[in-house]
Structures are given as C-alpha cells and as structure tokens.
C-alpha cells in the first residue's frame, strides 16, 4: 500500500526566512504526490502536485517543491515565508490501484512568526 | 462562484439522531468524495462517486450512506448518530483523468 508521512507535526520560522515541509512516501511504482493546505476553519486548497517531467514543481502563493526518486521525499519550500502562510499543510499520494483514492499525510502545522 | 459548496457549515445534535449533510459542485466534474477529519486533523477517505456510481467504500460504518441524486450533488446520511461521528466532513470533486481534488469548506458536526 502506498503512503507518505509528514516526519514533523509543526514547523515555526520567522517571517521573511526560508520554509521548508517535509514529506517522504512510499509508493511501489511511480507515485502521484500533491501537497494541499488548510487554513483555519476552511477546506483544502490545493497547492501543486507532481506527476511526472520536472523534478521542481511550482505550485500557489510561491511555493515549491522538489521530487527526489533516490530519497523519496517531496519536500515542501518557500523562499520566503509571510505570515499569513500560517496554516496546516498536508502530502498526499495517490493510490496505484484506485486512481481516484488520496491518501494523506498527518498533516504540519506550520506558523510564522512576524 | 464558490466551486464545491456544503450545506450545514455546523451541525449540532443529540446521539441518535439522523442526520444529512448535503454537498454540490459547479465545476462540471465527474467524481465527488465524502472525507471525514477527526479532532486530530487526520483525513480519511470514506467515499467516491464517478458519475452516480460508487467507486470508493472505506470501511465506514453502515449508518453512513452516501447518495448521489446526478453529477453535481453527493448528499451523506448519518443514521444513529454517535459521539465518535463528531468531525468535520469534507466534500471534494474531481475530474476523470485530472488528478487535483477540490474541496469543500467542511461541515463540523458535533453529536452530543
């Protein structure tokens, strides 16, 4: 079965640094993978995905991520955080069997501190 | 111009009521999905519609059953409804060959 896993339940930085969200997967053959963000009280708003092409993949509000086959990660970043990118943030993968089925990480929370 | 829309946004009730969220999309998708997040903001799967017909069925108990009238619309029914229902419910849509979800704002039952 497949899976991905969020190592850290919350992340803080300072405003104006470097964010990075970490997610690993496991996947036996080649994995969909998207990233999704939650803000409070709202539903998931969908951020970028990675199917295929590209290992940097640029999504909303300036993030990015970048697929790494040799480490399995689809680690979350962005240049620059704002505050207002407060919010909880999920991985996800798509299920090799059933194309329409995510699975999804636990979430992190990520805060940004003015 | 809200894209997947819920209706309650909140839900309050005693156990062992029966109750109905209801759920829309103008987005022209083809597929329509029921999440439920627990308190610990875990989201799970529960079910998939593509084009009326159930593609996904996690084990949920039986006292959930979803119903979709056509394409837009993808209602859930709680029979019965229990402490252990308390979440928030999330709709979400897609399209056959595209693989982003989109997703509703959430319905937060609460079962006293």
């Known amino acids: 079965a497949q899976s991905v896993a969020q190592p850290e339940d919350q992340v803080n930085v300072a405003e104006g640094n470097p964010l990075t969200v970490k997610c690993t997967y496991s996947?036996?053959?080649?994995?969909?993978l998207f990233w999704y963000v939650q803000y409070p009280n709202r539903g998931l708003q969908f951020l970028l995905k990675y199917i295929t092409g590209d290992n940097l993949v640029k999504g909303s509000y300036g993030f990015e991520a970048e697929f790494n086959k040799s480490q399995t990660s689809f680690h979350l970043k962005k240049p620059s955080a704002l505050v207002s990118d407060s919010a909880l943030y999920f991985c996800a993968v798509r299920d090799v069997t059933n194309d329409y089925k995510l699975s999804f990480g636990a979430g992190t929370t990520v805060t940004v501190r003015a | 111009d809200t894209a997947v829309s819920q209706t309650p946004k909140y839900l309050v009730t005693q156990m062992g009521n029966d109750k109905s969220i209801k759920c829309e999309q103008n987005?022209?998708?083809?597929?329509m999905y029921w999440y439920k997040q627990d308190s610990k903001k875990f989201l799970k799967i529960m079910f998939s519609y593509n084009n009326k017909e159930l593609i996904i069925n996690e084990t949920v108990p039986n006292r959930f059953s979803p119903k979709s009238p056509d394409k837009a619309h993808l209602n859930l029914h709680i029979n019965s409804l229990e402490l252990g229902d308390s979440a928030v419910y999330f709709c979400?849509?897609?399209?056959?060959?595209?693989?982003?979800?989109?997703f509703g704002p959430g319905t937060r039952l609460l079962v006293l």
């Open positions: 987005l022209g998708h083809d597929t």
């Open positions: 979400a849509s897609s399209q056959r060959g595209q693989e982003t979800q989109y």
């Open positions: 996947v036996s053959g080649n994995p969909y």
